[in-house]
């Protein structure tokens, strides 16, 4: 049988609130749930998810870093806050140089101003906001076609 596509999916600062606080905006899933859901997913399509949060900007520099080496194909990531402010992050996805879906559970772009600037955009094939939980699911579903693809 041929080997899994491994899929790296990254969750930033403060996403381990999900379930808990804001769920008109954020829904109410917790990561744990939405990581149990993508993997399954991850399993129907063939593929292998592993699925991290943390609160620190360095960790996704370095997890991203990492991951061609790692043996991922792409990237899922929803970078929270770090979206409108991170040239790191998107400095490290240009290195990496693997595909990468950016992923929100809001729509930014129907929120405060200052959440419509994206800083690690230009570094993604492409983005998918808005559908709460179902946006990872999404994204993986898009990322995987890409995938197919190459
Ligand atoms: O919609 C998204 O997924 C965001 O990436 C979430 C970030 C926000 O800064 C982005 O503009 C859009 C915030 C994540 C905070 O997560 C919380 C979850 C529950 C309760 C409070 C915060």
């Not at 829904?27 to 593929?47: D, F, S």
């Amino acid at each position: 049988m041929a080997a899994a596509v491994r899929v790296l999916c990254l969750s930033g600062p403060n996403l381990q609130l999900l379930g808990t606080r804001e769920p008109e905006v954020y829904g109410k899933a917790t990561l744990a749930e939405i990581h149990a859901r993508l993997v399954a997913r991850g399993r129907e399509l063939g593929a292998e998810v592993d699925a991290r949060q943390t609160n620190h900007e360095g960790t996704l520099v370095d997890w991203i870093g990492e991951a061609r080496a790692s043996g991922f194909a792409g990237i899922l990531l929803n970078p929270g806050a770090y979206t409108h402010t991170s040239i790191a992050i998107h400095d490290a996805l240009k290195a990496v140089s693997l595909p990468c879906v950016e992923v929100h559970l809001s729509n930014p772009d129907a929120r405060e101003p200052f959440r419509r600037r994206s800083r690690v955009a230009r570094a993604c094939i492409g983005r998918v906001a808005g559908f709460g939980a179902d946006s990872y699911a999404l994204a993986l579903d898009g990322l995987l076609r890409v995938l197919s693809r190459a």
